[in-house]
């Protein structure tokens, strides 16, 4: 779930607007310290920045491990202790719309960083939807085609090996998730899956399915259909 307490150095407080900060906490989710790698536990966590120059990172860690402050290029970790977590289930799709199930994956990528960018002179703003967007991933609604990938570049790879499926996003990824013979075989039968990325939704922290339908009705998780290769 999204950070409740952090703690947050005075320089950052100055070069971030509040709504910025409160964007970042939406978008960050206590895990793993990303400095030392072990759990962050019961503490509030610490907000590092480090300025990139055309973008922002923005992650949690132990005060102790890394003091929460505003740091220069190159003085991060380089994501080497980000945890994702993902589930993968059967999305029912209403009587009489002419359309079988769907198998549906949804992913927070990075639970304890978030890129930041100036994206449009508004100051900073947490970049995942421009990020996706420009992957080919659209929002729910009149802009996702749910049967098709219609961006120009190739789409991630997803593989069913029995009942897991894995998923490379180049970069991102990989990711993996085992589920219940449904899906698997709304997965074959369609030819592949819709895939969904968000850093708003923490899958499995969601009590059901319709937690995470509800972030995808909000515009929280952007999604693309993927084929299997």
């Not at 993902?86 to 719309?97: A, D, E, H, I, K």
């Not at 319709?210 to 972030?215: A, F, K, N, P, T």
């Amino acid at each position: 779930m999204a950070v409740t307490e952090l703690l947050v150095a005075k320089e950052i407080m100055t070069r971030l607007s509040q709504k910025a900060r409160q964007e970042v906490a939406f978008n960050l989710h206590k895990q793993d310290c990303q400095t030392c790698g072990r759990p962050i536990g019961d503490q509030a966590p610490a907000l590092a920045v480090d300025d990139c120059g055309p973008f922002l990172s923005a992650t949690l860690n132990h005060q102790g491990c890394r003091p929460s402050g505003w740091y220069g290029r190159g003085s991060g970790t380089a994501g080497v202790h980000l945890s994702w977590t993902s589930q993968f289930f059967t999305l029912p799709v209403g009587v009489g719309s002419g359309r079988s199930s769907r198998a549906m994956f949804v992913v927070c990528p990075h639970l304890e960083a978030v890129l930041l960018d100036q994206d449009g002179g508004d100051g900073w703003s947490v970049n995942t939807e421009r990020y996706w967007r420009a992957r080919g991933f659209r929002p729910a609604g009149r802009e996702l085609n749910v049967d098709k990938w219609v961006a120009e570049q190739a789409p991630p790879r997803a593989r069913l090996a029995g009942s897991t499926i894995y998923i490379d996003a180049g970069l991102d990824g990989p990711w993996s998730s085992s589920a219940d013979l449904d899906t698997i075989k709304a997965c074959h039968a369609q030819g592949g899956l819709l895939l969904g990325i968000s850093t708003v939704c923490e899958p499995t922290s969601m009590a059901d399915l319709d937690d995470i339908l509800r972030y995808a009705d909000a515009g929280h998780i952007f999604l693309g259909w993927v084929p299997l290769v």
